[in-house]
Nanobody
Framework: QVQLVESGGGLVQTGDSLRLSCANS????????VGWFRQALGKEREFVAV????????RYADSVKGRFTISRDNAKNTVYLEMNSLKPEDTAVYYC?????????????????WGQGTQVTVSS
């Protein structure tokens, strides 16, 4: 069973950095692709970044490319999202999600397992 738990969110100022973690307390995540998504108040959930099962292939939303980095440590059963140069428009609840698909997906509908989310607030 996959049980994802996000952590690392908080209140920061524009230009600051945060590192989010997504840990799985159930079966190993090593066979799963893992994505980060976010949902701002009153908006739809949107894709942020995704990494394949081995950590060798990644994709990013244009809005975060060059500022965010997704990585994973399968030995620790954890996926990370390093967020730099944060902007107020990055404010949202951030979710990690996983699926067993071999082709990287940016569509939240294709992800089967979700964490509860962690709030990131960037003040101007």
């Amino acid at each position: 069973q996959v049980q994802l738990v996000e952590s690392g969110g908080g209140l920061v100022q524009t230009g600051d950095s945060l590192r989010l973690s997504c840990a799985n307390s159930g079966r190993a995540l090593s066979g799963y692709q893992v994505g980060w998504f976010r949902q701002a108040l009153g908006k739809e959930r949107e894709f942020v970044a995704v990494v394949n099962w081995s950590g060798t292939i990644t994709r990013y939303a244009d809005s975060v490319k060059g500022r965010f980095t997704i990585s994973r440590d399968n030995a620790k059963n954890t996926v990370y999202l390093e967020m730099n140069s944060l902007k107020p428009e990055d404010t949202a609840v951030y979710y990690c999600a996983s699926n067993l698909g071999m082709i990287l997906s940016t569509d939240p509908e294709s992800f089967h397992y979700w964490g509860q989310g962690t709030q990131v607030t960037v003040s101007s």
